[in-house]
């Protein structure tokens, strides 16, 4: 049962949300973008390190009604070098996310979730400009056990928009060693399982947060900075067992920018160079691979 949930979990891999690692039981993940040159006649380059964890336990309310509380937590570092100097932000955004998972029938499944949290830098007393609210609801169909599509909304106020987002998933595995598996718009892979221990694939993710700055920063109140990254990449993902994994990849940053507003309006927008990141992720949880063992 618990193998089937996290199942259904994984094709909800959203980066970005306070779900974006419900495929695991606990993960941790690091990712570091060297320095890169703002666009335009600046000379100032930023590089980026980001952190994240998170650790779920879940409860089994009755037979088929499963909730899972998450802790989640993201740091975020960027430095800065221009020829005026160097400066250094250190961001950082614990959360806390109710996920409930609701089987109506073998093939039908409802999943909701409500999250909390904030993001900031902790340099004054926490107000609403640092709350991070989110929410969801998913439904997805089993065609069979190797292909399951699903569509929803979700909200996340780190977007900046009042409005829900359409949400599309899908998890396909479409021969004994290879699958597709993402929640469109934000993530998308291919993973081909080379060996029991070893699959390679191709990634596209989307991530963001919205960090609220305290009065002392800029010295100017209600200041937020949001960032966006797309990134594309190949990886390694390395199993022992089927419970442990440890995933190296690269992140060729497609699209990168970065907004500071003073409430809803942009006061600053810079977008930098494209660049090659580097990330690992471990994480504790069920592969999901069906069927027989790919071929030695």
Known sequence: MLVTVFTLLLVLSFAPSAWAQADSLASVQ?????????????????????????????????????????????????????????????????????????????????????????????????????????????????????????????????SGNLLPVPLGIMRWQMSENARLIGAIPATLSFEYRVTPWLSSGFRAAFNGNRYHFGEGQFQQERLQLAYSNVVLGPKLVFSVGDWIHLEAYAAVTAYRRYDVYSDRDSVAELNLGPTMGYGLRMWIGPSFWKNASPTQ
């Open 30 to 158: 690091g990712e570091l973008y060297p320095y890169a040159k703002r666009s335009g006649t600046s000379n100032d380059q930023i590089g980026v390190s980001i952190f994240r964890a998170s650790l779920g336990f879940p409860i089994f309310l009755s037979k088929k009604t499963l909730l899972i509380p998450t802790l989640g937590y993201e740091r975020f570092e960027a430095s800065i070098r221009s020829p005026s100097g160097n400066q250094s932000l250190l961001l950082q955004a614990p959360s806390l996310t109710m996920m409930l998972l609701q089987p109506l029938t073998e093939r039908i499944t409802l999943m909701g979730s409500v999250g909390v949290g904030f993001a900031s830098d902790f340099s004054a007393p926490l107000s609403e400009q640092d709350l991070l609210l989110s929410g969801m609801l998913v439904g997805i169909y089993k065609f069979s056990d190797s292909f399951s599509l699903g569509t929803g909304v979700s909200y996340d106020r780190r």
